[in-house]
């Protein structure tokens, strides 16, 4: 009979939803705790027969959350977070977007973790977990999690703008652009080196001076800018 990891999941965020989904679908046993439950056990008690715990928290209250629970020193702690390496602690950084919808099960198994270089297999560390995991030694993660914020949160901000301007100054419904972003999206995923279009790839500088100009008083002029020196520096 295959033995079933005592797992103790901390926190109450996007991240802790997620994980307590996942492990509902593969049906792995766990509890959970979270200071916000006025009604929640001891923690010292639940961490006791617990291994692994999952810190599924803020990056910057883990540090002092362990200091703050001294008897968790010790025990077989993981934490989430892109960019921190703690001693003590190990890391499993799910590549994912944690909104606020669940995922289903295929969704979830196809998230890779990234672990670090001398840390367990994924296998040991999260027991029944079958995800892909690669590794990354320490002096790289900031860099690493930098290219996650990158690629998955600044792109938010510029489909969000997309949408908000569509809607409020176009009277165009977001669902207008929907075709352009999937259109955008298989393009990357086809053929990545091939993906970009438009006046950086055609040296069009007489359409990107207009599009500045136009962006004249709007906080993405910068951001506009910022990707067109980008460009040049990467294509002189």
Same mark, same amino acid.
């Given at each position: 009979m295959r033995q079933v990891p005592a797992y103790l999941l901390l926190g109450s965020g996007r991240v802790a939803r997620h994980f307590q989904r996942y492990f509902d679908l593969l049906q792995i046993p766990y509890k959970t705790w979270s200071r916000r439950d006025p009604q929640a056990p001891s923690l010292e008690a639940l961490s006791e027969t617990a291994s692994p715990i999952l810190l599924l928290l803020s990056d910057p209250a883990i540090a002092g959350f362990i200091e703050e629970y001294p008897f968790l020193q010790g025990k077989k702690l993981v934490h989430f977070s892109g960019s921190l390496s703690l001693p003590g602690v190990y890391a499993a950084h799910p590549l994912m977007s944690a909104a606020a919808g669940l995922l289903d099960l295929a969704g979830y198994q196809k998230i890779p973790f990234f672990l670090a270089k001398d840390s367990p297999d994924l296998a040991e560390l999260l027991p029944g977990l079958p995800n892909p995991s690669y590794r990354l030694p320490p002096?790289?993660?900031? $860099? $690493?999690h930098a290219l996650c914020v990158l690629s998955g949160n600044f792109t938010v901000l510029l489909w969000q703008k997309i949408f908000q301007e569509f809607e409020a100054r176009f009277q165009v419904p977001k669902e207008g652009a929907y075709p352009y972003l999937q259109q955008v999206l298989g393009n990357l995923m086809e053929n990545p080196q091939q993906a970009l279009t438009g006046p950086l790839v055609r040296k069009d @500088?007489?359409?990107?001076?207009? @599009?500045?100009?136009?962006?004249?008083?709007?906080?993405f002029q910068g951001v506009y800018q910022a990707f067109v020196d980008a460009y040049r520096r990467l294509t002189p």
């Open positions: 002096q790289e993660r900031a $860099y $690493y @500088h007489s359409a990107i001076a207009a @599009h500045l100009a136009a962006l004249e008083n709007d906080p």
